[in-house]
């Protein structure tokens, strides 16, 4: 029994398909990078696997059971959580009382809700800009806020929406610790991102789309390798 | 200070009348109290959950015919329909909230206010029911003086304002606030909006019929152009939060004082006539540009207006 199943998907926009039958599967504890060119579908997949879309034909199952057509909220309960590409804090709470407000799904009463809080400010290195309004982080706190948000609901499964995108080197170090320290507390990751170093180090497999189809899946190793991802986008991204 | 503030004012308000106020302002605080409660009511559902509401007339009206229904149908005292109205008002607010939750932003503002409307049109053609437009009239006033009304609706005051800062102090109420603050964000960290948001609707409904069911056995009369009005109640709930602070423990109180002084003073220039509403108008302008927060939400910034207190350097 795999951990996530996503089972030959497909999404249809009227007469458009974001997604034409992918399938793949994620082991329980494992970095799976999801890459492809703008507009592959790799969010329309992310908006599947958490029930904002329902799949037009195919089936996501997690843990052995099926969680297509489950409301994103019952989604969340199972043990999936996400991050957005484009950042949706709570704009005018501080950083601390975002944190606290995911952090009430599995904690029983405010005490504990708030210890988790802190605890995830501490893991994220955002403890000392607990304070703040969050309207006025820069975009790499915002970034990360997003993923300790998505950590306080205690998910099993983390899907993160580009959280490395427009951040500087130095923050960039940092995400990709963070992100390894996530692995180490048992939480599988899923993972789209379109900084190629990055993607190539911190994942185990790799999944390509392009055009909503799967055209690869392996190692870093063997993607590097594959003609037809270099093809359809590192062979654009060298030439551009 | 600020940890006594609610406690000093309670203590305030409970000794006020002995000082054998007349019963013209009697029924000026009376009326003040009465539209914080509302205020606090509908902050809690659109001030904080963020789902405005144009229609809280519709709860409004259905906790008064809650109470005069009691009185003119069963014949028993119009009081029990304070206990009575939860269960009403809670029916209707889960069947508008079933309709009209499931809309967004200006959508659900307009079907809220559509519902006051319907329910207006209701009321009055139901003739047999809930005696048209004639209304209901209560008889025999349970007192005279004005005092224990005064302390009935400051008691209920006290209740919405305890309510409203517990539920907001705890999980419901971040939750509220990140309903408000992006909903699909808020579903995605395993947030039921549907039901929260049915929550909150449920809860300010319930308040605000507790102010309508305490309206009829204050006024002693009622009907539904005055308790399902659009803009007499409606639109002053709204304009009470707006004017207060919106997401404010205390915007309701401040709004409702000056909504209900302003509206005596505006109404007693004779030479305005109808042109009062005028001036709602304006004020809502300027309040929007000036203190989008509302006076409590802006305080510091309308003392810098007012030159209280200098510029920060």
């Known amino acids: 029994m795999s951990f996530l199943v996503i089972n030959k998907v497909s999404r249809f926009f009227g007469g458009l398909s974001a997604l034409t039958n992918v399938s793949f599967e994620i082991s329980k504890g494992d970095i799976v990078g999801l890459i492809g060119p703008n507009g592959a579908g790799k969010t329309t997949l992310f908006n599947v696997v958490n029930g904002f879309y329902k799949p ?137 991102e379109h900084h190629m170093k990055v993607i190539m180090s911190i994942s185990d497999r790799i999944v390509v789309l392009n055009y909503g189809e799967k055209i690869a899946e392996g190692t870093p190793q063997e993607i590097r390798h594959s003609p037809l991802v270099v093809e359809a986008y590192l062979g654009e991204a060298q030439s551009a | 200070m600020k940890k006594y503030f609610p406690f000093i004012t309670l203590g305030f308000l409970a000794v006020l009348p002995l000082i054998g106020l007349s019963s013209y302002v009697m029924h000026i ?31 409004f009206g259905t906790g008064a015919y809650s109470a005069g229904m009691l009185y003119s149908k069963l014949g028993i005292s119009g009081w029990w329909g304070l206990p009575a109205s939860i269960i009403v008002v809670t029916c209707f607010a889960l069947v508008i909230g079933y309709i009209c939750l499931r809309l967004r932003g200006p959508f659900f503002a307009l079907a809220t206010l559509s519902m006051g409307v319907i329910l207006r049109i209701v009321a009055e053609n139901l003739v047999d029911f809930t005696g048209g437009d004639l209304g209901i009239m209560i008889r025999e006033r349970t007192w005279v003086e004005k005092i224990w009304y005064y302390y009935i609706i400051l008691a209920i005051a006290c209740g919405t304002f305890i309510a409203v800062k517990m539920v907001i102090e705890s999980k419901l ?86 909504m209900v002084l302003l509206a005596e003073i505006i109404r007693s220039i004779p030479a305005l006539g109808t042109a009062h509403q005028t001036f709602f108008g304006i004020l809502l302008i300027v309040i929007i540009i000036f203190l989008p927060n509302g006076i409590v939400g802006d305080f510091s910034k309308l003392k810098r207006l007012v030159g209280l207190e200098r510029r920060p350097t």
């Open chain 2, 173 to 258: 109420g971040y939750y509220f606030v990140a309903i408000r603050e992006d909903q699909d964000a808020a579903e995605s960290l395993g947030i039921n909006t549907t039901f929260y948001k049915t929550i909150a609707l449920c809860l300010s409904a319930v308040l605000t019929g507790f102010a309508g069911a305490f309206y009829t056995n204050y006024m002693g009369y009622i009907d539904p152009k005055v308790v399902f009005a659009l803009h007499d109640i409606s639109i002053v709930t709204i304009m009470v939060v707006m004017v207060g602070g919106v997401a404010t423990y205390w915007g309701p109180a401040a709004g409702a004082v000056i």
């Open chain 2, 29 to 59: 605080l009376i009326l003040a109290i009465m539209w914080s409660v509302i205020g606090m009511a509908w902050n809690l559902l659109s001030g904080y959950c963020g789902q405005v509401s144009f229609g809280h007339a519709a709860f």
């Open chain 1, 56 to 192: 037009s034909k195919g089936e996501v199952f997690f843990r052995g059971r099926t969680i297509s057509g489950l409301k994103p909220h019952q989604i969340c309960q199972k043990g999936i959580a996400r991050t957005f590409q484009v950042v949706k804090p709570l704009q005018r709470l501080s950083v601390f009382d975002n944190v606290l407000a995911s952090a009430f799904l599995r904690t029983a009463g405010r005490g504990e809700a708030a210890k988790l809080a802190l605890d995830i400010l501490q893991f994220t290195g955002l403890f000392e800009e607990r304070d703040t309004i969050s309207k006025g982080l820069p975009l790499g706190m915002r970034k990360r806020l997003e993923i300790a948000r998505a950590l306080a609901t205690q998910p099993e499964l983390l899907l993160l929406d580009e959280s490395f995108a427009g951040l500087n080197p130095t923050e960039l170090n940092e995400s990709i610790q963070i992100i390894r320290r996530i692995r180490e507390k048992g939480i599988t990751i899923m993972i789209i």
